[in-house]
């Protein structure tokens, strides 16, 4: 006889029925049932501490084959109750082995296992199935939200560095390159004032062009003898001094002492949640002085 010759089309829904007429069980089953369950709560009072214990009482429900596996585990723990015969003077041992033996009489696991199959089909697999649904949905929309990220981060990095570009800067640490570039404010306002084709001596003619320009349509605004651009007007003719000497009308300093600007660097390590950022700026203890700044 072949295996197609011997199988039997069931419907799920009718296992239980079917087990009972065929009398595989007994028809007081759920009777049965119910004894084993109240067995089975009173004996899992007393198990011993195991991993593979732990994991069969983390599940929702204790069936026919959790019964066997823990049934194995209390071979390996309960080994020094073993007599010369063979036997277990364990209560753990007898209660669990009398669990299993009311399960295996009159085919009650079989009832059992029939209702743990109905419920799977009609329940468990169906919701595993929109579980699946779901997941695969959002590991879509992760995917597109990820691409569309990547998509950000190189338009940010190109701009980032067009920036530093645009800056002078590597950007590898902005804020000391930003700094350091500080440095470079004397020469370039000696350059400004200097007499080259780009600096502010070539506006002469513009400047001139436009205080005419304000006297004429602007006359009863100020008066003639009050002037405009005072300041571009003093750099085209002085050229870079200090701010004392554009203040006392061109009597030069004795001398001209300049003072270190110590900056504080905020590390991103260091700042906590309950700091506030630390902002570019001068150290509290330094001062500053008009003489020595210049123009």
């Not at 419920?119 to 929309?141: D, M, W, Y």
């Not at 300041?231 to 270190?260: A, D």
């Not at 590390?267 to 570019?280: A, S, Y």
Request: glycine share 4%; charged share 30%; proline share 2%.
């Amino acid at each position: 006889m072949t295996i197609d010759d011997s199988t039997i089309d069931i419907h799920f829904t009718k296992l239980v029925d079917w087990l009972v007429d065929r009398r595989h069980c007994s028809k007081d089953w759920n009777e049965r049932s119910i004894a084993i369950r109240a067995k089975i709560q009173q004996a899992i009072l007393d198990l011993p501490e195991h991993d593979g214990v732990k994991r069969l009482l983390g599940s929702s429900y204790l069936d026919y084959f959790c019964c066997l596996k823990i049934v194995e585990i209390l071979k390996e723990t309960e080994k020094e109750s073993k007599n010369m015969f063979g036997m277990y003077s364990s209560q753990r041992m007898k209660d669990w082995r009398t669990v299993v033996s009311n399960y295996e009489k009159n085919s009650v696991y079989l009832v059992e296992c029939a209702q743990i199959l109905q419920r799977n089909v009609a329940f468990e697999i169906p919701a595993l199935k929109k579980t699946i649904g779901k997941c695969q949905q959002i590991r879509e929309e992760c995917h597109t939200r990820h691409a569309e990220l990547d998509k950000n981060i190189h338009e940010i990095e190109k701009q980032y560095a067009q920036l530093c570009n645009d800056m002078s800067i590597k950007g590898d640490n902005v804020q000391r390159e930003l700094i350091q570039r500080i440095e470079c404010l004397p020469s370039i306002c000696t350059e400004l004032a200097s007499g080259d084709q780009c600096s502010i001596p070539s506006l002469k003619s513009a400047v001139e062009f436009y205080i005419d320009f304000m006297k004429h349509f602007h006359s009863s605004s100020k008066s003639d003898s009050e002037e405009f651009l005072s300041v571009i007007k003093y750099l085209i003719e002085n050229g870079n001094t200090t701010v004392y000497q554009w203040r006392t009308g061109g009597h030069i300093p004795v001398s001209i002492e300049r003072l270190p600007l110590n900056y504080k660097f905020a590390e991103t390590t260091e700042v906590t949640e309950d700091e506030p950022n630390i902002i570019l700026g001068l150290d509290d203890d330094s001062t500053t002085s008009i003489e020595g700044i210049e123009v």
